[in-house]
């Protein structure tokens, strides 16, 4: 059965460049400009196609339907296939595959739970792009958070058991010489997220083979590629329901890499490694979004500087412990005035335990207390 693409609504969801990648990907290639707007691109054994530069075309749709229907007709392909294919050509597609041992036919709920996973998995990921820990507030990263929230749900898979997510679009390399920050060499953000993702999912794949190689230290050793507590329990929520699951992610034709697939693979027999790992981490890793009460007890530094280090003898676990922070310079101000008249502080932060050393990361005064609103309210 014949299958046609005639909504322009979804005809002007592809963009003119998955229109120049998937010919360039069939053989094409550009030979002439046509026009102020379209270029026009031949090859042997195949139809001068003239593909536009711009969606602002008035007529942008019906140039998309006509390009669909001769990509169908040179691939073989019925043209609803290659619209899902051209809705992909410019942005990564991060696919995660269960597999399961039972009649194959995955409810409503398992599939949205499959989706939500990969969602979580991919944000663990992006949350270390800049700032490896084996402990994150997801909640807190705004690049990642952004990121997640683009990403859209991609083309149902006959398989029960698939859950396709597509990248916001990967733009195409641009003239870089001038460009001296190696973070934007490194592609776009996008590119450069799910990257991120690859690299993760590898170093989570190493270091449960090194632990079952004796190597006690391998999951340590993976956070700096993006392994985390985060990603850990990601991964066994992903995977503990299904015998195994394979993530794979095919870059975007705008911006290819060899090889153009990566696929990871994961079994049940992980799920016990996988959720001690993260146990650990957790143990291990900052408490996000701790409220201490205690008093200034030592500072280094000098108010003229930008950031300072306070000690803080304050309240938690059962008793009176000594906490380290470095404040920025307007906290530290106020911690040397609580200090003076002899005033308690609350201070919140992600605390870091290192046996009787304790840190306070991501410091800030929540409150100064006079001394004596703090007799009268042990009084």
């Not at 019906?62 to 294919?85: C, K």
């Not at 990257?195 to 190689?213: P, Q, T, Y």
């Amino acid at each position: 059965m014949r299958v046609e693409i005639k909504d322009k609504r979804h005809l002007k969801d592809i963009s003119p460049g998955a229109l120049s990648a998937f010919a360039r990907a069939a053989g094409w290639k550009r030979v002439d400009n046509y026009g102020d707007s379209s270029d026009v691109y031949t090859a042997d054994g195949l139809p001068e196609v003239i593909l536009p530069r711009t969606d602002q075309l008035g007529d942008y749709a019906n140039v998309v339907s006509r390009l669909i229907e001769i990509y169908a007709d040179v691939s073989g392909t019925d043209e609803l296939a290659v619209y899902h294919d051209l809705i992909a050509s410019d942005r990564d597609v991060i696919r995660v595959r269960a597999v399961d041992d039972g009649d194959g036919a995955a409810s409503a709920s398992d599939r949205i739970d499959l989706a939500r996973g990969a969602r979580d998995l991919v944000l663990a990921a992006a949350c270390s792009l800049h700032d490896p820990r084996s402990v994150y507030r997801a909640a807190a990263d705004k690049a990642s958070r952004n990121f997640v929230r683009k990403l859209r749900t991609g083309q149902t898979d006959q398989q029960s058991f698939v859950a396709t997510l597509l990248t916001p679009v990967v733009s195409p390399p641009v003239q870089q010489s001038f460009i001296h920050n190696t973070e934007h060499t490194e592609g776009p953000i996008e590119r450069r997220m799910t990257r991120r993702l690859v690299s993760a999912l590898r170093a989570a794949r190493r270091a449960l083979e090194g632990i079952m190689g004796g190597n006690a230290n391998a999951f340590h050793l993976a956070v700096e590629d993006g392994v985390s507590a985060n990603f850990c329990e990601a991964l066994v929520r992903l995977v503990e329901p299904y015998e195994s699951m394979d993530v794979s992610l095919t870059w975007a034709r705008t911006r290819p890499m060899n090889p153009s697939r990566e696929i990871v693979h994961f079994a049940n027999s992980d799920v016990p490694i996988l959720r001690e790992a993260a146990r650990l981490f957790r143990e291990s890793g900052p408490k996000p979004d701790v409220l201490l009460f205690g008093f200034v007890q030592r500072r280094t530094g000098r108010p003229e500087t930008a950031d300072a280090i306070v000690t803080l003898r304050a309240h938690f676990e059962g008793q009176i412990q000594p906490v380290e922070a470095v404040l920025t310079r307007s906290d530290y101000e106020r911690a040397m005035r609580a200090h003076q008249y002899k005033a308690s502080v609350i201070i919140a932060g992600d605390l870091v335990g290192n046996g009787k050393r304790h840190r306070l990361l991501n410091p800030r005064i929540v409150a100064v207390i006079p001394q004596q609103d703090v007799q009268e309210e042990g009084e």
